[in-house]
């Protein structure tokens, strides 16, 4: 069966401080993959999403960058964290139309 | 104006009533998925629907693709259905996530 693993489950990082969340998925292949953001009291929102290694599509300006080394490795990364960029972070992946999610990171930045 | 809109945006019940969540849309879409988020965050996924209805248990999912509308039906609601309810459209295989329906569910 098809699992997704993110860690950590929680994070709490300064102002300037670099990130790197990571996704992984097992039992599947060549997999689209997400990654969605929920800022405090907002709707999700799409950040990220690859179709296959190397291949990324951001959907928003932002502090953020996401690569895909591996097929079924996605990583959320930043430089210098702002305060903004507060919130629970979800990965997911697809196999068109059906879509799974991780179990999230929820990241404050201080 | 937002391309997937759900109402209401809160919503509270005694036990044992019955629940409707309505979600709109107004793009093409695939597919219609129907989404539970809990306190702590994670996401669990109730229905995908492209047309006509589902059931799971206690919870019904119903979509009109002329009308480009879907309601999420809770019957005999219990204070464990309490949690967020999203509806997201599946458009060009990214999904547009409406802003969720607070529902809590009293004893």
């Known amino acids: 069966s098809q699992t997704i693993h993110q860690w950590p489950a929680t994070l709490v990082q300064p102002v300037g401080s670099p990130l790197s969340l990571e996704c992984t998925v097992e039992?599947?292949?060549?997999?689209?993959l997400y990654w969605y953001r929920q800022a405090a009291g907002r709707g999700l929102q799409l950040l990220f999403y690859?179709?296959?290694?190397?291949?990324i599509s951001s959907e928003v300006p932002q502090n953020l960058s996401a690569s895909r080394p591996q097929d079924r490795q996605f990583i959320l990364s930043s430089k210098k964290l702002l305060l903004s960029d507060s919130g629970f972070y979800l990965c997911?992946?697809?196999?068109?139309?059906?879509?799974?999610f991780g179990p999230g990171t929820r990241l404050t930045v201080t | 104006k937002n391309e997937v809109e759900q109402s209401p945006q809160n919503l509270t019940a005694q036990e044992g009533e019955f629940i409707t969540i309505n979600c709109s849309y107004s793009?093409?879409?695939?597919?219609l998925h129907w989404l539970q988020q809990h306190p702590g965050g994670g996401i669990v996924s109730l229905f995908m629907?492209?047309?006509g209805k589902k059931k799971h248990g206690r919870l019904i999912a119903t979509i009109n693709i002329q009308e480009k509308h879907s309601s999420l039906h809770i019957t005999a609601s219990h204070p464990r259905d309490s949690a967020v309810y999203i509806c997201?459209?599946?458009?060009?295989?990214?999904?547009?996530f409406g802003t969720g329906t607070r529902l809590q569910v009293f004893p």
């Open positions: 793009v093409g879409i695939s597919a």
């Open positions: 629907l492209s047309s």
């Open positions: 039992g599947t292949s060549n997999p689209n």
């Open positions: 997911a992946w697809s196999v068109h139309p059906v879509q799974y």
């Open positions: 997201a459209v599946d458009n060009t295989d990214k999904l547009i």
């Open positions: 690859s179709v296959g290694i190397g291949q």
